[in-house]
T-cell receptor, first 112, second 112 residues
Framework: AQRVTQPEKLLSVFKGAPVELKCNYSYSGSPELFWYVQYSRQRLQLLLRHISRESIKGFTADLNKGETSFHLKKPFAQEEDSAMYYCALSAGSGAGSYQLTFGKGTKLSVIP | EAQVTQNPRYLITVTGKKLTVTCSQNMNHEYMSWYRQDPGLGLRQIYYSMNVEVTDKGDVPEGYKVSRKEKRNFPLILESPSPNQTSLYFC???????????FGSGTQLSVL
């Protein structure tokens, strides 16, 4: 069974400091990985996905299959980055079905 | 406007009284799923559906039922709610496993 681990429940950084939100996964096949974000009083929304290799709002994430990690990074944190961040893995569960598993989330707090 | 619509937004009920939370999407998405969000536990998948008449259990399916009779609708049914099902529920849809999930605005359920 697949698993997603976000080791930090809460991460506090100062504005302008680099940010790294950790995500590790366990899955024997080829996963599809995502980062979702939930700002205060808003619905969850996709931040980025590894297959598109894009940078959204200054965030990037690289899939490291050797370390089974998909850490989210931003060189300079902004106050508006304060939110709940979820790492998610989409993996096959047999017969063409795909199950999406979320980590428990990391709350990022950017201190002015 | 492309969106996922959940109803109701808030629901208070008593133990054992059957309830249904509706979810509808207008994007012709094949994949739909339900999650519950609990403090410290993050998002956990309840059920998902790859297409009409195809549903699969997620991580926490006990006490829930779903149906997918039409592509656009994916209701969540609690036949006999219990207090441990008090939670924030999200419905989501996507075109496929590789595409981003669109989330509904959530349903806050309290079972007394």
């Amino acid at each position: 069974a697949q698993r997603v681990t976000q080791p930090e429940k809460l991460l506090s950084v100062f504005k302008g400091a680099p940010v790294e939100l950790k995500c590790n996964y366990s899955y024997s096949g080829s996963p599809e990985l995502f980062w979702y974000v939930q700002y205060s009083r808003q619905r969850l929304q996709l931040l980025l996905r590894h297959i598109s290799r894009e940078s959204i709002k200054g965030f990037t994430a690289d899939l490291n299959k050797g370390e089974t990690s998909f850490h989210l990074k931003k060189p300079f944190a902004q106050e508006e980055d304060s939110a709940m961040y979820y790492c998610a893995l989409s993996a096959g569960s047999g017969a063409g079905s795909y199950q999406l598993t979320f980590g428990k989330g990391t709350k990022l707090s950017v201190i002015p | 406007e492309a969106q996922v619509t959940q109803n109701p937004r808030y629901l208070i009920t008593v133990t054992g009284k059957k309830l249904t939370v509706t979810c509808s999407q207008n994007m012709n998405h094949e994949y739909m799923s339900w999650y519950r969000q609990d403090p410290g536990l993050g998002l956990r998948q309840i059920y998902y559906s790859m297409n009409v008449e195809v549903t699969d259990k997620g991580d926490v399916p006990e006490g829930y039922k779903v149906s997918r009779k039409e592509k656009r609708n994916f209701p969540l049914i609690l036949e006999s709610p219990s207090p441990n099902q008090t939670s924030l529920y999200f419905c989501a849809s996507s075109a496929s496993r590789d595409e981003k999930l669109f989330f509904g605005s959530g349903t806050q359920l309290s079972v007394l």
